[in-house]
């Protein structure tokens, strides 16, 4: 949009209009101009004005040009530290000058230069406020010089009204530019953590040598950590993140991470160094964990790696499917032996189960025993638990060993119904919720 085109539309006034009507075709008229016309030729008048300024400005393109980038050079660090070629800054400030003055001289708006600037400093790694800052100062610059060209006062009165018209166009310039800017910066992103997933692959498969490895860290932040843990975490259906903002929780606990989605999950290694530290990673992923998650234990070698997120993954299947939570590997020992094996788990809670597997009242009656379990053997607590009399617990535990042959009293019994009511818990139809393999893998696929 250029100046000349604002405020400009027909306008006719009723008094004018009946005049025209009768006046004779050879007759001399005059015709007093309406509020709005005056605005109208306020309008166009002080639209002539800058329009002709910025017409002359164009043989000045150069020396603007030098200006505005002695400015850069002193005032921004960032374009010194980037190492811009001085050549390529020049070319993009002129350019950039010109289509600004072109613009305002009433031509036709081009935003080509504007998106061309953005692209180039973030190829160059500038901060988008220095770019937007590099605007301000052309723009500056621009004003100044249009100010010290008004000879006239009416001139500079013209040059005022248009201010808004003037700074309106670097504001829509400076906004192309931030745009382009944030498309690169979001492709530079992009490629940076494919990057990083790629080399996390290759540091949890085992198959990275050592002097890779430091490397490899290094670059992910993790070089400092002498210990390590891995987490898993189970992404949902719609592939949410199961663990929002967990890369800023840890590193307000002043540990280092790195994270990748891979095929149905979220992986990550948090660097520590003290056995408070991993319980602290532990605390930070229970706070905001969506779904299931498992930890590693601590491991320090690098060699360790593909161990470890076996462990994360067998530690996520020791909670049972839908409830979110975090476990740590370890804090359960009957519960990995089971998920780790789940046909011979299955075959585990079929024998012992028995009959007791096919009863009408199974729920009632694995809910009793889960109770007990949790109330360390105790009927009047577990009939606490389960809002009932102490001895429906009694008679249910009865039910239990008349179905199944096993008594909760006799400890090797006590043993076998509590592994086969882990299984029912933690294993779907005595089904792992996740192929034993891929929880044995020491190879990952990782997704772009």
Not at 147 to 173: K, M, N, Y
Request: aromatic fraction near 4%; glycine fraction near 6%.
């Amino acid at each position: 949009m250029s100046l000349s085109s604002i405020g400009r539309r027909p306008y006719f006034t009723a008094g004018f209009c009946a005049a025209a009507q009768r006046r004779p075709a050879a007759a001399v008229y005059c015709v007093v101009m309406s509020p709005h016309e005056e605005v109208v030729r306020n309008n166009d008048a002080h639209v002539s004005t800058t329009e002709s300024l910025c017409r002359e400005l164009m043989a000045s393109a150069d020396a603007l040009t030098d200006t505005v980038v002695a400015q850069i050079l002193t005032g921004e660090h960032a374009y010194v530290e980037a190492a811009i070629p001085d050549g390529a800054l020049r070319q993009i400030v002129t350019v950039n000058i010109e289509a600004l003055l072109r613009c305002m001289a009433g031509e036709s708006e081009s935003l080509q230069a504007a998106r061309d600037a953005g692209r180039l400093k973030a190829e160059y790694g500038i901060p988008l406020a220095s770019l937007l800052h590099a605007y301000r100062l052309a723009g500056l610059a621009l004003w100044d010089e249009m100010v010290s060209r008004s000879s006239t006062r009416q001139q500079s009165e013209h040059l005022l009204r248009a201010s808004s018209d003037v700074w309106g166009i670097i504001d829509r310039f400076s906004s192309a530019a931030a745009e382009a800017y944030r498309a690169v910066a979001d492709e530079r992103d992009r490629r940076n953590q494919h990057t990083r997933s790629v080399m996390l692959l290759a540091l949890l498969s085992g198959e990275t040598p050592a002097r890779e490895a430091v490397s490899i860290l290094r670059t992910l932040g993790l070089a400092d950590a002498s210990r390590f843990v891995v987490v898993c975490a189970e992404l949902d259906a719609e592939g949410s993140d199961p663990l929002p903002h967990i890369d800023a929780r840890v590193r307000q606990l002043g540990l280092p991470s790195t994270w990748s989605t891979w095929s149905a999950e979220l992986v990550g290694v948090i660097g520590c160094r003290s056995d408070a530290d991993e319980a602290s990673a532990l605390r930070a992923v229970e706070a905001v964990t969506g779904s299931r998650a498992g930890i590693s234990r601590g491991f320090s070698g690098v060699a360790d790696a593909p161990r470890a997120l076996r462990e994360a993954r067998l530690a996520l299947e020791c909670l049972p499917q839908g409830v979110a939570g975090a476990h740590r590997y370890g804090a359960a020992p009957i519960d990995v032996l089971l998920v780790s094996q789940p046909e011979r788990a299955s075959e585990l809670a079929a024998t012992v189960f028995g009959a007791l597997a096919d009863s009408t009242d199974q729920a009632h009656l694995l809910d009793t025993l889960d109770a007990w379990f949790a109330a360390d053997g105790s009927t009047a607590e577990a009939a606490r638990i389960l809002h009932c009399h102490r001895n429906t617990v009694g008679y249910r535990l009865g039910r239990i060993e008349q179905l199944t042959g096993r008594s909760v009293s006799r400890p090797s019994d006590a043993v076998a119904l509590y592994a086969a009511l882990r299984v029912h818990r933690l294993l779907s139809d005595g089904r792992s919720s996740r192929d034993p393999a891929r929880l044995a893998a020491t190879s990952l696929v990782a997704v772009a």
